[in-house]
Every structure is written in C-alpha cells, then in structure tokens.
C-alpha cells in the first residue's frame, strides 16, 4: 500500500450539502493540508492501533470519488495543515460525498504492495 492511500479516518459525518460535507476524525498516513485532493473512499476492518494503519489490511469496499480539503478545524483552531494522528474536523468539496459514510478512511488511491 502506498504511504497516502489511507489519510483520514472518518468517524462522523456533522453535514452534508450539495457543495460538499463536513466530517470528523483522525489524520492517518501522512499530514494533510488544505487543497488536497481524496480521490478513495475505502471500508476496512477497524485498526486495533495507529500503528496498525502502516500494515496492510483488507479493503472491503472502494469508492472512487473527488473532494479536495476546503477547511481544517482542530482544537479550536483553524489550520492549514493536520499532522499525522491529530483528531478534527475537515470540509471537503467536490464530487462524491453522498458516498462517504461513518468508519470510512479516505485518500489516494490503494495500491497493494
């Protein structure tokens, strides 16, 4: 799997409009910043730890979609970037949001490996 295949996992979904959703979870995989593109949406059997998102894990369902980061919200602060296992919340816009759902991870495309 390539190092930004996996990059935040969504645990609720706050809302959900025609521009786009807002979500909250947890930075996996690499920092992200805003502009970045998420490209997947994957199901997986939930990581028992953060280490565990470094290993490879089955992916149950994968999702093509297209929604870059419009917006990061994290302890009362709004940021530019979200470092690697940082919990908050993001906006994201573009095409595919009525596909994500709770427990989903998004990123990059997964590439075994």
């Known amino acids: 799997m390539t190092p930004d295949a996996l990059l935040f996992a969504v645990a609720k979904i706050h809302m959900r409009n025609s521009n786009g959703i807002v979500v909250d979870g947890r930075c ?7 502009g970045d593109l998420l490209t997947h949406a994957y199901r997986h059997p939930r990581p028992k730890s953060m280490e565990a998102y470094d290993k490879p894990f089955p992916i149950m369902a994968q ?3 297209s929604l870059r980061i419009n917006g990061i919200f994290a302890y009362g602060k709004e940021l530019q970037e979200m470092p690697t296992a940082l919990t908050g919340r993001i906006t994201l816009v573009g095409v595919g949001s009525d596909l ?4 989903d991870v998004i990123g990059t495309a997964y590439v075994e490996g």
Request: hydrophobic residues 35%; charged residues 30%; contains cysteine.
């Open 100 to 103: 994500l759902m709770s427990g």
């Open 28 to 34: 996996c995989g690499r920092d992200i910043k805003i």
């Open 63 to 65: 999702r093509h979609i």
